[in-house]
């Protein structure tokens, strides 16, 4: 985080227009692909990511099954088109790191206990990337794991806070991500008052860190709107579809 | 590619159907389902292309870089194409290094693509010997309900057609970017149609339990000329010389109705 | 393909002086390595092969078998030597696809049905390639299956035909698949009359493609004698070896 | 991480303990198991420091090669932290290829001493975009009885200060090694506290008994001026926010104690 | 091997001060880290290794349990940053070949049959290398093997010997080994008597091994008596201790 | 190296004929099954050679291509070994990254060649530091029974004999292929001698049954001039410093024995 591009200008707008405690355009849609149990997508600002559940299934290899709960199992992962500079298929470490992170955001709202010897299996794949793929493919599982009937204690919502120009601001671009000054993920249990995953890189003081995390768990709370709302309208259309059914 | 169970029968309904010239999903036996097809869908990639081909959903990434030329091609550009199959799309697909069956798909479109010389891979040469223009093709399965051949084949030529390659110059053989973006020089356009053998029966485009059941598959690629590019054939049946040579006749035409979706003009 | 060098001459001969219609010398032997249950070598031209077959044997790792047939593998594999320039032992992507389509080739002519829970294992090691390595191959292979006295509907046999400067030409050496303008490889099965493997690359109309693939065929019956020779040989040997047993 | 079975009457035993504000191994909520440094152990590296903390047992070697800046930072060194759980350290661990575990630990160590731009960087590059210092920490843990993150840090952070390098100089464009050595220049010295989620408590310095049982994991990591520089989150548990908040004050407190350990004057 | 340094001064003495036939300086520690079964650690010269011994326990995977003993395997390994150019943590060809060559130095010393169904993993980690590391791998590894307790016929010990500046020497340095003209690694069983690995490059005539292998066997006396001390040591350390508690 | 399971009586058998001092097939302790050397057998390969040892086969190719030398060997060309024990030749053998045997195997047979400097390598160097003849052995087991190190060793010898390499020109710093070839320059012949020790009786050229029953083995490797230049013990077994001593005069007179197979004159 180098900070020479001015990111914040002289009206204390962002390189994108936004105001500082304002998040990208957000759009959600649930239940869009055939064969998964369940799946959702997002686009937050410019990245693009689908998210995928499969399970409660038999797991494999069986050696891996949990006699007293199910096993949950999440694979972030990046199109080699979805960055700027082509990305070889194979995972790096930090797709592996944050395939672990998303998975113990994920974790805490999941009534695993209830499929015992089965997986769940999760996977996210990021098509277009920039910036805070990690939070809005954490918002995205979440709605895939809803979708899949996977009985759940909250929704799971993540959005990130960071500093830029001096300046806290919510749900950062890649462009504030590379040049700013802090950047922290949070994810979110919005009924619950819980935090599942928390990161940071950059430089903060406890009190800044304090206002960011607060600005993040505000941000969370608006997407997690947005996620009830594209819950709500997956079953409308289920809704109208039977009622379509029932009338023909 | 897949051991899906559906039940006996099922598979006895698909096939009897079939014999008698009929679809489970009322198709006729050459017909294709439909087909959606988007463009420019991933801004940061050079090129991209969506296609739906009934439930079956492949997204094509084309980024264009710098790179070194073959040694023995050193006046062309570079070509690449890879696909996977990411277990998102389909409860058989696995994470990890790519199937057969990936590898073979990712073969299959190369040759079409390749073969009918689609791209004008000569134009794309900065410094011979040294710098070129590499074009990846990524092909990326997000729903699987059978084949992928021609989904994979139609979206990678869409998102060839769709790409923009940046403007280098050459300065004392220093290589320069401009602001400037021109589409990707292509020549031809090639379409895979594919078969599945079944009840000695060759119906176009399976879908996934149709696949389950076949006895072979069949793709023949046609070039924008009416010519042949690429054959494969696949699975563990075999087909006689008159099938093949029937299906050739029915496959080019199907191409042309495909290619019109995809090209305009 | 280029088609920058000659490959047809005045006298409408090939680059190694064949007729278009011409085989390359074909040299075939059977039972060849003792550890395997059937093998097979085959020089065609230049390329040297060898073919071993496994099996019906036990299946590992296990939870591959079949309940109700044998489980066919085939490693198409070339040594490092084989080629002009040294090639990586690991397989490469077209080695991993020509396996999958010469076990296709294979499959339909085993009686797989009679060995549920086997795997019969199929190992073509390629010494020295000189073009039409598959289909030759595919020969061999054939014959080590049938030295492994694995039960087939048919024996397969394999050959390529192709387009050189403008004229279709039989079994194609390393020059002429290179240089020239289309390659049709072909295995078939003689007394069912089927067609087992069938790629192509290059350009051909449709009228080209019916002649190339009728002279595919009729190749591939040219090789189907020596097929049978080869078998018949060592037949013979192993006749002449339990006599000489019995006299002494 | 890690599997180790242990009863579930120690399990009670550890948490209701907790619960009363005591740890079964007689320390305070926030009192770090005794620590032993040592550096300079490895004499063919260019930096090396051993960290006992209990007995958690973590060797860190410092190596400095030349090499190529990455791209974007054409006048800066280039820093590589790895880490290797090796199957000595604990039945857990496996021979192959790095676990998440072990991935996640690098990376956090990475932040940690990158984002407080511990090592001047700049200052480790001898031909602007072409040559510069590339310095590659591995950890090396050598028996896990809990807590790596921190013991991984301070022995990083104390190799680092144990590093000589090779001075080169430059003449023409061409690079020659001196028989000179100077210290790694260093600007900021990161020490990451770690907290296990314990019946609700926060609990520093965990062993490996109690991460068997914690329901999330916090590790706060804290530059020399008392500024955050790395935080991360693990375990299948959740935390309130004022827990957090809590725990980064207590953090920036023993970080401040735990780098006089490792940094004189 | 190029021999172009000066191995053997004026004096007859080797470029680190030692006579022909004299050891590098040893120190070894039985019982040093808590997680393993059993453990030791040995300086020789420069050259740092530590061994580890988990076992005997269930074998993982399973399909490999031998059903009349227990398993013996061993991983001889290299640390990143004990050789002059870091090492890639990936196993090398030198070190698989390693780990094997010292597995069947230690096999014959167990009584690997009073454990059948279960595996006794040894595990070597090179913290810093400077020649010898098989040799005092193997002598480390034997003494880890003693510590957790496994049944053994003998002890092993090993210790190199070979050829710098025409003169035979015992227990080569790296500088040694790299330039000298010949090395001899002997591991010995001292009570049966019987070599149980022996490696050689370089060039000797039949006499000068003959004179060289009695030389590196006579090193394996001495260091033995020095691990026979090391054991001890841990169990006058084990019985203060229990004494201490006694007392308390 | 190997679990083919041969019955309790057949292993008794052969273990008590060689402790009176026969074999089951007919050989004495110290002989050779019938070997065959032929060579040039690829013709796409620089040399080649196939030995057939009773019914172990092994093919060896050489490849000789331009690459760069190692730093600390400027001026010299550079050697690698390599095996694969294909899944063709042994139902032990599986397809996948090569096994310790194999390594083992591989690594042997270069000490050989390395240390008797058998290829003089100082005249492999056309741009000292930047140029020189790179030369691959490729050691093909394509039957193994038994005493694979010996057929290997004498099939890589006879391969380096076979080979001709291409004669380059260096004309101001560039390099030319002409059109000639000259025979690889070799100045030494190791040859590798195996033994199993067996009812406490060494035995030259195990097959695979004695293998299987072998209690340890013992290869030592002697260049032209009667010397040693390699040994490697295997198998689970010990050995007397006697044993080892005896095995010793007997391979060497065994070498000479064999290298007149393949060095004429």
Known sequence: MSGKIRLIDENGLRVDGRKPNELRPIKMEVGILSNADGSAYIEQGKSKILAAVYGPREVHPRHLALPDRALLRCRYHMAPFSVEERKSPAPSRREIELSKVIKEAL??????????????????????????TRCAGTTVAALALADAGIPMRDLVVACAAGKVDGVLVLDLN???????????????????GLVSLLQMDGLLTIEEFKQALNLAIEGCKQIYKLQKEALKAKYIAIKEEVETCLQS | ???????????????QMIASGKR????GLTDYRPIKIETGIIEKAEGSA?????RTEVVVGVKVELGEPFPDRPNEGVLTVNSEFVPLASPEFEAGPPSEESIELARVIDRGIRESQAI??????????????VIFIDIYVLNHDGNLIDASALASLAALINTKIPVYVVENGE??????????????????ITFANISDKLVIDPWLEEEEIMNARLTITFDKDGRICAIQKGGQGALTPQQIIEAAYIAREKAEELRMLVVKN
């Open chain 2, 50 to 54: 969506r296609v739906l081909m009934g």
């Open chain 2, 120 to 133: 004008e891979l000569e134009k794309l040469c900065l410094i011979p010997g040294k710098k070129v223009y």
């Open chain 1, 174 to 192: 890649d462009l504030e991500d590379k040049e700013g000054e802090a950047d922290l993920p949070v994810a979110y249990m919005p009924n619950l």
């Open chain 1, 107 to 132: 974790e805490p709202a999941v009534f695993l206990e209830k499929f015992p010897r089965t997986s769940i299996d999760i996977f996210i794949e990021v098509l277009q990337a920039d910036g805070g």
């Open chain 2, 1 to 15: 590619m897949s051991s899906i169970m559906i039940s006996r029968i099922r598979q006895k309904q698909i096939s």
């Open chain 2, 175 to 192: 290589i320069k970017k401009t602001s400037e973006y021109m589409p990707l020089p292509m020549r031809n356009y090639p379409i895979a």
């Open chain 2, 24 to 27: 489970l999903d009322g198709r």
